[in-house]
Nanobody, 114 residues
Framework: QVQLVESGGGLVQPGGSLRLACVVS????????MGWYRQAPGKQRELVAS???????NYADSVKGRFTISRDNAKDTVYLQMNSLQPDDTAVYYC????????WGQGTQVTVSS
């Protein structure tokens, strides 16, 4: 079973930055499109960014211009650079492939607050 291990979250002030990382335990990482998702309290999980196996990226309108998704196939890792963070970005962030596996990692908490 694939394991997804997210890290890099924390408490940051509005306008700050964080870089999330997700290590995926699969030998086939390079062939998968990957995504970063988030779930805020009382809300459904949503896709915020995705990256294809070829490196093409796509973003939700709410994060476009502020977040950047990237991948390192040699490390089986997908990243999310988050800049200009806002309180509405507060959520637990998860990675998964696109379309997603049934299992999810533990996520990493991002809290944006002054």
């Amino acid at each position: 079973q694939v394991q997804l291990v997210e890290s890099g979250g924390g408490l940051v002030q509005p306008g700050g930055s964080l870089r999330l990382a997700c290590v995926v335990s699969t030998s086939f990482f390079r062939i998968f499109a990957m995504g970063w998702y988030r779930q805020a309290p009382g809300k459904q999980r949503e896709l915020v960014a995705s990256i294809t196996s070829g490196g093409n990226t796509n973003y939700a309108d709410s994060v476009k211009g502020r977040f950047t998704i990237s991948r390192d196939n040699a490390k089986d890792t997908v990243y999310l650079q988050m800049n200009s963070l806002q309180p509405d970005d507060t959520a637990v962030y998860y990675c998964n492939k696109r379309p997603n596996w049934d299992s999810w990692g533990q996520g990493t908490q991002v809290t944006v607050s002054s």
